[in-house]
C-alpha cells in the first residue's frame, strides 16, 4: 500500500519555478450537510477537511515540502537527512536554552509535522523524551514516512492523525507536556492556521511547569502583530521573540511555570552545552534573543 501512494507521489513530484497566487480552501461541507434552501437535518455533521496537494522539489541537494504552492513548508538535506536544515526551524529548538529532555518523563509534542524535521531530530537526540506529532493531513504523514525519512512509531515515537485544535483541547493532555512546538500553516503559508487566543490557551493548559511553547510566525504580513498579541495574552505577556529570519518567519517561545530570573552569562554557558551536544547553533540563539527583545539586555527576566 505504502509502495503503490509512493509510487503515486513520485509521478506526480513537479519542481515548482513560479509563484502560485491561488488561494486553497482549507475546508468544505462534509456530505449530508445543508444547503441553502434544505430542511434542516436532524445532526449536523462535522466540516471535513480539503487538503491542498502535497508537492516536492528539490534544488542543490535539498528537498523541500510544498503544499501546491512555492512556499516551503518544510526541507531536508539528502546527505544529512536527521538534521535540521532551515533557520527558523532551528530556532524552535530554543526552549534547549530552558529545558533539559533528559528528565524523566520529558514528553515533547509537535503540531504540524510539515517534513517532519523537528520530529526526526527530538526522536533521534533525546533518547530518554516521548516524541509526539499532530497533523490532519494524512498526504504528509506519508510524505513524512515516504520521502523525509520520518520512522514508524515506536515506544517513543507517537504520530496522530488528528486536529491539533482538537489535540489540545482535550483534558486528558493538561500540564502533561514539557514542548510545545508549533507550526500550523496551509498552503499560502501566511499565517498560522489556528490563531486565536482561546486556542493559545489552551496551548498552556497542556503544557508542565516550568514549560515552554515554540511557535512559528510570520512577521511580514498583517497576522503577526495579532498574533503576538493573542500569544501575550495567553502566556501574562511571558514571551520572546527571535528577529526575523528568511522568508520573514520569527519564532517566539512562551512560557509557563515559575519566573524566569537569570543573568545572561549562565544562558550562554547553557548554551554551549546545547551546541556541543546537538550541533544546533545556541550561541547564536542567546545573542539574537538578548538583541531582539526590550528590557532584556542585562538580564533574563521574565
Known sequence: MLERVLNAFLDNMTLLKRKSIEAVA??????????????????????????????????????YLHFGTEW???????????????????????????????????HVVQLGLGAAALTKFCHRQFSRARVTAVELNPAVIIAGRSMFGLREDDARLTVREQ??????MDGTHAGAIDVLQVDLYDATARGPVLDTTAFYRACRRTLKAPGVMTINLFGDHDSFPK?????????DNRVLVFPEVHDGNVIALAFNGPEIDVSWEVIEARADVVEKTTGLPARDWVQKLRAANARQEERLKI
Open 26 to 63: 482549507s475546508r468544505r461541507p462534509a456530505r449530508g450537510t445543508r444547503t441553502r434552501g434544505e430542511a434542516p437535518a436532524r445532526e449536523e455533521k462535522r466540516m471535513t477537511p480539503r487538503f491542498a496537494p502535497v508537492t516536492f522539489s528539490e534544488m542543490e541537494g535539498v528537498r
Open 72 to 106: 516551503v513548508q518544510g526541507a531536508m538535506r539528502l546527505r544529512k537527512p536527521d538534521a535540521i536544515e532551515l533557520e527558523y526551524a532551528q530556532q524552535m529548538m530554543a526552549w534547549l536554552l530552558f529545558l533539559s529532555p533528559s528528565v524523566e518523563e520529558f
Open 163 to 168: 486536529d491539533a485544535w482538537d489535540y489540545v
Open 227 to 235: 498574533n503576538i498579541e493573542r500569544i501575550c495574552d495567553a502566556f
